[in-house]
């Protein structure tokens, strides 16, 4: 089977991740790498065996011998170079977000639409074991309908451990639109579309100190709130809430629960950046079985969670080794076999809408109705290759 030929934009440090895993995989080459300096490019190209070295990511896009853009630039720049790859006659996969903004990612969209082209976008974390198996558990009816869920990630910024963290507090970024991806795709992964939501938010600090790396010292204008409440009500009929901060020193909130008529999922990492973060980690269950207040006087019991045994594949629990990637690879194969892929870009943009929509309604105290749909990705199955990353 001829493997489709892969170009690199963008080689800061998660591609590393990508090229490891990429290249455990037939159906992909990796054919060209390209930083803003051709020297970079080419040890990256030297470290991994890549082909072909590139000063630019308009080789990439300019040469005819590839098939997919990766896109790893900063968020910033993902609409131009993803626009630019699509007119060029690309498929492509880009890091999220899919684009800089909601009127870059209609074009992404309508470009993949005319020409006929693919467009998939990370996180792929829904892909792995942890979320797989959690949506084997609804897909079985353990926790019966799904009545609600609810994602939270509350941390005090990165401005303690990011050697610069600047963009993270401009126009485009802040915590819903940097970390929320991760837990609003589990959730859509899960739950399917969004017909309408609202949202609240604060920005609690006008400045944020630099407490480390190169820039310590260093004061943060803060543009965006950097507090945000989202509510959603879902298409099934579901009701979930997004808590996201960078102004909250500490937390005890679970990392994200799904409750059902007969029971509840819970995922509870003690870190704020796991979560559905990660490709792995445990599944709590509980059902009416161990229901904690069931008769009077309330018994002492031990803890009743149950740990689900986690029997699906790409199961890390690591942020420096992961399986980042596995959503491109899915496309590939999509491609061959002509059907959907899973880390659609139809999936992104309704996650983009949503999350713009939340900071919407934030300004103007309206619910928003979603326009954007998509159709709920496949569960993993045999379909996806046999060698594991």
Known sequence: MKPYKVGIIGIGDISDKYIKNLQKYS???????ASRGLEKAKKV????????????????????RIDIVLNLTPPGMHSAYNIAALEAGKHVYTEKPLGSDLEGAKEI????????LFVGCAPDTFM?????????????????????????CLYHGVET???SPFFYYKKGAGPLLDIGPYYMTALLSLLGPVKRCSGMARKSFLKREITG???????????VDTHIMGNMEFHNGAIANIITSFDVWDSEMPRMEIYGTKGTICINDPDPLDGPNLFGGPVLLRTEKEYRWAGFPRQETPDPWIE????????????????????????????????PHRASGDMAFHSLEVMTRILDSAKDGQFHTIESTFVKPEAMD???????I
């Open 213 to 223: 790396g190169p820039h310590n010292g260093e004061t943060i204008d803060v543009e």
């Open 308 to 339: 689900v045994p986690i029997e699906h594949r790409f199961t890390s629990t690591s942020h420096a080794e992961n399986s980042r990637g596995i959503g491109l690879v899915d496309m590939a194969i999509a491609m061959k076999k002509n059907r």
């Open 161 to 163: 451990f990011h050697p």
């Open 45 to 64: 190209a030297e470290k991994f065996g890549i082909p072909h070295a590139c000063a630019s990511a308009q080789e990439i896009i300019e040469d005819p």
């Open 27 to 33: 159906i992909v080459e990796i054919h060209a790498c």
């Open 382 to 388: 045999k379909d996806f290759p046999d060698r594991e």
């Open 109 to 116: 969209m309508r470009l993949a639409k005319e020409k006929n």
């Open 128 to 152: 792995g074991g942890r979320l797989q198996t959690v949506r084997s558990l609804l897909d079985k009816g353990v926790i019966g309908d799904v009545i609600g869920a609810g994602a939270y």
